[in-house]
């Protein structure tokens, strides 16, 4: 075998390792759940601001922290092409309530 054979078999042995021992990092995804006994106060009235063009309004909830409800005032989030925003929400559970955080959902409508 020639010495340019050689090497080429080293470096697509070496390659053929190194994408078999590949693993791709891991998504940074982490759910907390929180449940809590009492239901949460009634939503407080925001004065929703006019769309602005690139920009999706996530309206204001009740938040569990330090052991009460802490309201979380409304905010913009940039817009994510083919994702629809889905705001918190408390579902009941149980004997209690479960909050369920902001999620970002791909829209199936959407095309390129």
């Known amino acids: 075998m020639s010495l340019t054979r050689t090497l080429a078999a080293v470096a697509a042995l070496g390659l053929a390792v190194g994408a078999a021992s590949y693993t791709p990092p891991a998504a940074a995804r982490e759910y907390v759940s929180v449940t809590v006994g009492t239901r949460p106060p009634p939503p407080r009235f925001e004065r929703v601001p006019p769309p602005r063009a690139g920009y999706v309004w996530a309206p204001g909830y009740w938040n569990w922290a330090r052991g009460r409800y802490v309201w979380v005032d409304g905010h913009w989030y940039a817009a994510r092409p ?25 829209d199936r409508h959407w095309h390129r």
């Open 82 to 106: 083919g994702y629809v925003y889905r705001a918190p929400v408390w579902r009941p559970y149980g004997h209690g309530w479960r909050f369920e955080r902001e999620t970002w959902h791909r």
